[in-house]
């Protein structure tokens, strides 16, 4: 093969990617069978088959069981707007949908754990310490538009009025007030987005399928360089996108 020369089953998917781009192919439109795709690319089965599968890795097209492959209807994206927490009062949603324009509700639970490595290292804790870890599923008009885990040291917390974040008589309002009552100023806030191949329990709970991907908004909060809260925000990748709004002083 010539140097910047593709390899047959990419040439192919390219070639289908763009009839599906184009809306040649339209959503639930049935694929090329294989025998067509091998007869009108002049390609062997195995380069067709391979095509097909990258048009699946894709999230392009889904296979339904003795049927057959059908272009995906792309479902319209979400913004995930994140543009910094203004005032203290910023309630759970709100920190994980920066946009005024969105509403939502959610559902959490919270219970105790000791910290795995990863999540001690993020809050600067020794590995086993106690943390207070609460999930919640974000809502909007009714549809689940993304899942948080959140982590607070309960070295921090514990034995205070907020030691839960959803009860008590802060419950709700989110990390910077909740702090706050209890003597801590946060002034930072560091996020990191990534993307990877969405858990079974994640994809089942943000109404994909196993195999999408998701994005992942890694967030901690600090309060004088300590880190008090940590937390991972998972949406599935082809629903949404995210967009920062930061001030320049």
Do not use: C
């Not at 203004?86 to 759970?92: D, H, I, K, L, Q």
């Not at 910077?176 to 990534?194: F, H, K, P, Q, Y």
């Not at 940590?230 to 920062?244: E, H, P, Q």
């Amino acid at each position: 093969m010539a140097i910047g020369e593709q390899p047959a089953y990419l040439r192919v998917a390219g070639d289908l990617r763009k009839r599906i781009v184009a809306g040649e192919l339209p959503p639930h439109t049935r694929l090329p069978s294989q025998a067509r795709i091998r007869e009108v690319y002049g390609v062997s089965d195995t380069v067709a088959l391979e095509a097909r599968k990258v048009l699946m890795a894709e999230g392009l097209v889904e296979g339904r069981s003795g049927s057959g492959t059908y272009v995906r209807a792309r479902p319209e994206q979400r913004t995930l707007v994140r543009s910094g927490f203004r005032g203290r009062v910023s309630t759970p949603f709100r920190q994980e949908q920066a946009d005024e324009d969105h509403r939502g509700t959610w559902e959490s639970r919270s219970e105790r754990e000791p910290a795995e490595p990863r999540i001690a290292e993020r809050l600067a804790i020794t590995p086993g310490a106690e943390v207070m870890r609460t999930r919640y599923v974000f809502r909007t008009a009714g549809e689940v538009t993304m899942a948080s885990t959140s982590w607070e040291p309960l070295a921090i917390t514990g034995r205070t009025p907020v030691m839960l974040p959803e009860e008590g008589p802060l419950a709700g309002r989110g990390v910077v007030e909740r702090m706050a009552a209890i003597g801590l100023e946060v002034d930072n806030v560091a996020e990191e987005v990534t993307a990877r191949p969405g858990l079974a329990e994640e994809t089942m709970t943000l109404g994909g399928v196993p195999g999408h991907y998701v994005l992942v908004v890694s967030r901690t909060f600090y309060a004088g360089g300590r880190p008090v809260e940590t937390a991972d925000v998972v949406s599935l990748a082809d629903r949404n996108r995210v967009s920062y709004r930061l001030p320049v002083r």
